[in-house]
């Protein structure tokens, strides 16, 4: 299967449009964003667990990277709530279940499988927010290792804020999680998923009225062939 697997391109979906997919769990349903592979494969999806459902133990040869929207997402090594990130590098395993229910950003077989990135959890929800160097411009850094293969973080523009027209050269991926963020002309809801294209100038922002926090990741794009 592929889906927006052509990385040269600029693709976004609203993720509230988008069909649920059953998984092969009972109880699990994917909104698929961009896929290359069948049931293990190189993805980027909405996950949602239904209250009491689990998956098998299983080994992430590629890793995975997830963030909690809603419910509580637990495995053998502990319980992650709202707005918590976690990083599992290739070669770590878990089983994944949740009592309550849950939905989560998941992105899988992503990682370069070197061995030496070690497992992150961090709790944005309780995190604190770093000023930038622009006003009106937040983050929580989630992962930024200093071979600048990827920068990961939690941003949040103040209202009527710019971002002015930036080179993307590892290209990026935007989930808004909450408010209004402007790009390219378009104005993108809680739910969206944006994918800029390595080499892209674009800017971002906010009308007047309205703050938003989005979840981003740069850099890490193949390059346009």
């Known amino acids: 299967m592929e889906l927006n697997a052509d990385f040269s391109r600029r693709v976004s979906v609203h993720g509230a449009g988008a069909a649920w997919v059953p998984s092969p769990i009972p109880g699990v349903d994917r909104r698929m964003f961009d896929r290359i592979g069948d049931e293990v494969a190189r993805a980027t999806s909405i996950v949602r667990y ?4 689990a998956f098998s133990p299983h080994v992430h040869t590629g890793g995975e990277e997830f963030l909690v929207l809603e419910g509580v997402f637990q495995d053998e090594h502990g319980d992650y709530g709202p707005g918590t990130y976690v ?9 994944p279940a949740s009592a309550p229910g849950c939905t989560i950003l998941i992105k899988l077989r992503q990682m370069v499988a070197d061995g030496s990135e070690p497992p992150v959890t961090i709790d944005t929800a ?3 927010w770093k000023e930038t160097s622009q006003a009106g411009y937040q983050r929580q850094i989630l992962f930024a290792p200093d071979d600048a293969r990827e920068f990961v973080a939690v941003e949040r523009l103040a209202p009527g804020t710019e971002i002015m027209e930036r080179q ?30 390595p080499g892209a100038r674009l800017d971002l922002s906010t009308g007047p009225g309205q703050s938003c ?13």
């Not at 990083?87 to 089983?95: A, D, E, L, V």
């Not at 926090?213 to 062939?225: A, Q």
């Open 213 to 225: 926090t989005f979840w981003i990741k740069r850099g890490h794009l193949p390059p346009r062939g």
């Open 87 to 95: 990083r599992n590098p290739p070669g770590s395993s878990h089983t």
């Open 126 to 128: 309780n995190g604190a």
């Open 168 to 197: 993307l050269s590892g290209g990026e991926e935007i989930l808004v999680l909450d408010g209004d963020l402007l790009q390219a002309g378009e104005t993108y809801r809680s739910g969206t998923w944006i994918r800029n294209h």
């Open 50 to 53: 239904a209250p009491g459902s």
